[in-house]
């Protein structure tokens, strides 16, 4: 029986959608998973055809001994993948000991932690300034050794989807948000980055034998400043012919430079006065609604994509379609208990929506977004005309209302 394991998934998103892409390509799915409670909901995984509990996910020794039980049970492993953080290169480097389809695993290891893509990258033209930090002096000491030019940013190495990402505007925001990272990170170094102004963009990029193939640019709407969180993507992005012309020749130095040959990431970049600043990469697709978002304005899905470069086959990459789609996700204004949702059949009706996706279920406790996680719902919306595509996606968030109780 041919099999693909995944090591983590999310419940949905572009995780999920591998899974349910592997499935139909005819592959029994094998999920390693530490969501307990996901046992319980066992009914809604049908495309994961096995599911197995484990405590520790990055525990290298544990995960093999369940291969072994798994190749027992006579299932013959063809890939075993990871799309989300932080499992990505553990499970590229499990699939070469394995002797399965190799992809570059120092430089997805380099991805997964900023001050090591930072150093890696450090001179190439699309790095911002930056500082790497310990923590071991006060916040004024740090203030003056570190940070040259205000505003600046704050981020946790490890962080992802705008987690422990602060932009400080003063000398007092500065010595706030040390104080938080001290109790996050207690003597872990802290990233501090200059602050780069100018519309943001999310690139999707496939590697296959040193080809590098840039499959998305979608345009990133960021609604809070501060934490940067991303309310509204777009796609395909409407670049000058400049611009598209320096992002490609950025983005094939920066795959250079950081030596991916065979994998996927997604970078963050931002035009600025004429120029690309890099300022995440993270080695995968990027997750939530981004797969959907692909699929509608392209016809690629580039999950499916990614599981037949780990399986040494060739990608196809080649677009059957052209429509501009836009996603608008939905935060909530105070925190406190859901009572209910509604407006979800509504938004569903509207002409040119494709997709509504409500994540939490009544009784769960929602917050303000202070990172992606906190985005609750979102409306894919399609057109021919991309400002069309972007007003349906709007408008149908507008009819989804969450009913919150005080806690």
Known sequence: ????????????????????????????TVLLTDRRKWI????????VHQMVLMDRLLDKEKIFRQ???INNQGKQIKAFVSFIDPFVSLAAEISKELGLQEV????????????????????????????????????????KEHVKKLPAILKSPVSNGSKDVIKVNSKEEFTEAVQHFRNQLGQDPLLIEEFISGPQYLIEVLVHNSNTTIVAIIEQEISSMNRFIITGYHMPARLSKHARETLNESIGQVMKDIGLSH????????WTEGEWKLIEINPRISGSAINQMIL????????????????GEKPDLTPSKVEYVSA???????????VKVTGKNKAKKIDGVKMVYVKPRKGSVLTPPLSMGDRYAYVLASSSDPLKAKEIAKR??????????PL
């Not at 997805?108 to 071991?136: A, G, W, Y």
């Open 67 to 69: 291969l072994s039980k």
């Open 396 to 405: 149908a968030a507008g009819e989804i209302k969450f009913y919150i109780e």
């Open 328 to 338: 608008e996700f939905i935060t909530v204004e105070t925190q406190g208990r859901l």
């Open 104 to 143: 570059s695993v120092a430089a997805l290891f380099k991805m997964e932690d900023k001050t090591r893509f930072r150093d890696e990258l450090q001179n190439n033209p699309v790095t911002p300034h930056f500082s790497i930090c310990l923590l071991d002096k006060d916040e004024n000491e740090l203030f």
């Open 263 to 270: 994998g996927t990431c997604h970078l963050e970049m931002r």
């Open 296 to 311: 509608e304005s392209t016809g690629i899905s580039l999950v499916k994509e990614t599981l037949k470069l780990h399986l």
């Open 40 to 47: 319980k909901q066992r009914e809604e995984f049908p495309d």
């Open 1 to 28: 029986m041919q099999t693909i394991i995944f090591l983590g998934s999310n419940k949905s998103g572009s995780s999920r959608d591998a899974i349910r892409a592997a499935s139909d390509m005819g592959y029994f």
